[in-house]
């Protein structure tokens, strides 16, 4: 049972754009947040940005706010990252997940998808 999948992941140059999807399942609709995470080779995963899917309420990681930004089309079950000014440091495993509260903490969420790989160059 697929019940989120992520998409938009590529390849930039510096300063590029890219907009990732997740979709989930309609089992997943009734979880209060939606969360986009990233982890590089080497690194802990990272909580990047949320969404309550109630209210709309978003909360971005300091080293993202500002160039990236998180939406959803609950109608089309679809929570999208867009994401501008892209540096190398972003490069990275993206990955979307659920849970029952607003934040970025990993720990909190309960479902997560398989990640589409970003990668920017200089």
């Known amino acids: 049972q697929v019940q989120l999948v992520e998409s938009g992941g590529g390849s930039v140059q510096t300063g590029g754009s890219l907009r990732l999807s997740c979709v989930f399942s309609?089992?997943?609709?009734?979880?209060?947040?939606m969360g986009w995470f990233r982890q590089a080779p080497g690194k802990e995963r990272e909580g990047i940005a949320a969404i309550d899917t109630g209210d709309g309420s978003t909360y971005y990681a300091y080293s993202v706010k500002g160039r990236f930004t998180i939406s959803q089309d609950y109608a089309k079950n679809t929570v999208f990252l867009q994401m501008m000014d892209l540096k190398p440091e972003d490069s990275a495993m993206y990955y979307c997940a659920a849970a029952e509260w607003l934040t970025l903490l990993a720990h909190e969420y309960n479902t997560w998808g398989q990640g589409t790989q970003v990668t920017v160059s200089s």
């Open positions: 309609d089992n997943i609709r009734s979880s209060a947040c």
